[in-house]
Nanobody, 124 residues
Framework: QVQLVESGGGLVQAGGSLRLSCAASGLAFSTYHMGWFRQAPGKEREFVAAVKWTGVSAYYAESVKGRFTISRDNAKNTLYLQTDSLKPEDTAIYFC?????????????????WGQGTQVTVSS
């Protein structure tokens, strides 16, 4: 059974940082491309960042580029998202997801497995 479990969310002031983690089990983690998405109340789920299975190629939404960093540790079956210089508009539930599809990683429908999400709240 595939499980993706996010952690590390919380309440932080604007300008602060959080490190989100996604622990994977039940799948060959090192063979999956991984992504982070977020969903704010009343809004659609949106792409945040993705990283290919090697960890070398990473992609970011324009809204987070330069502030967020995605990384992975294949030995620990764990995905990370370092979020810096947080803004109130970053407030959302953050989800990690896994796929073996090699393209359009910014699209939620390309992903096969999802975690339950972790709440990030940024106060002004």
């Amino acid at each position: 059974q595939v499980q993706l479990v996010e952690s590390g969310g919380g309440l932080v002031q604007a300008g602060g940082s959080l490190r989100l983690s996604c622990a994977a089990s039940g799948l060959a983690f090192s063979t999956y491309h991984m992504g982070w998405f977020r969903q704010a109340p009343g809004k659609e789920r949106e792409f945040v960042a993705a990283v290919k299975w090697t960890g070398v190629s990473a992609y970011y939404a324009e809204s987070v580029k330069g502030r967020f960093t995605i990384s992975r540790d294949n030995a620990k079956n764990t995905l990370y998202l370092q979020t810096d210089s947080l803004k109130p508009e970053d407030t959302a539930i953050y989800f990690c997801a896994a796929t073996r599809r090699d393209s359009y990683l910014y699209t939620p429908y390309r992903y096969d497995y999802w975690g339950q999400g972790t709440q990030v709240t940024v106060s002004s």
